[in-house]
């Protein structure tokens, strides 16, 4: 079965700076997607940003990047530029590419606190 | 596109009540997932259907519980005779293909 591991339940940045949150994962698939999800107290759960696991090229939404290192099994996410709307808990989550495989494997969190 | 609709938000339940939560997925998606979130946790996987079908239920409570996705109508995750332990937030979540899923506000339950 696989799992997600955050190793860091909480974090703080400084308005405007970088930081980066860790998350790792266990399967034995080579075919799969990765993503982060950002919780905010209103609960509702929104995709940062997601990674094809066939893809060597590190995927960017605007200030977030991911550092996908397909053999250490490990994928963080960077936030550039910290902003006060970013204070959420963030959630890195697996899913399969086999055909109906249907859910995605959630890590416990971390909550990401900007300071101002 | 109106995105993923659950209702209620916020639902209370005595114990021995049963819970109905609803999620109408996004226009065009076939694919439901539900999740369940307790404090402080992440979503853990409950079940998974397609149209008229359950796809895997492998994280489904064995008793109790129990879901459905009809030709016609929303989605329905069914809880029997709820205990204080089934109080949690419950995100319901589409996709049109198999790999991108967008999720709901969520369905918070508390049983008294």
């Known amino acids: 079965a696989q799992t997600v591991t955050q190793s860091q339940p909480e974090m703080s940045v400084q308005e405007a700076e970088t930081v980066t949150l860790s998350c790792t994962y266990d399967?034995?698939?080579?075919?799969?997607?990765l993503f982060w999800y950002k919780q905010p107290p209103s609960r509702q759960m929104i995709l940062v940003i997601r990674q094809e696991a066939y893809k060597q090229q590190n995927a960017t939404e605007n200030r977030f990047s991911v550092n996908f290192q397909k053999a250490a099994k490990s994928f963080s996410l960077k936030i550039s530029d910290s902003q006060l709307g970013d204070a959420a808990m963030y959630f890195c989550?697996?899913?399969?590419?086999?055909?109906?495989?249907?859910?995605?494997?959630f890590g416990d969190g971390t909550t990401l606190t900007v300071k101002p | 596109n109106a995105g993923v609709m659950q209702n209620p938000r916020h639902l209370v339940r005595r114990r021995g009540q049963e819970a109905r939560l609803r999620c109408s997925p996004m226009?065009?998606?076939?694919?439901v997932y539900w999740y369940r979130q307790l404090p402080e946790e992440g979503l853990k996987f409950m079940v998974y259907l397609q149209k008229e079908n359950i796809i895997d239920e492998s994280g489904m409570p064995k008793e109790r519980f129990s879901a459905e996705f009809p030709k016609e109508g929303p989605s329905i995750l069914r809880i029997q005779q709820v205990v204080r332990g089934d109080s949690a937030a419950y995100f319901c979540?589409?996709?049109?293909?198999?790999?991108?899923?967008?999720f709901g506000p969520g369905t918070r339950l508390t049983v008294t």
């Open positions: 399967t034995s698939e080579s075919d799969y997607y």
């Open positions: 989550a697996y899913r399969s590419a086999r055909t109906n495989a249907g859910k995605s494997t």
């Open positions: 226009k065009g998606h076939s694919h």
């Open positions: 979540a589409s996709s049109p293909r198999h790999y991108e899923q967008y």
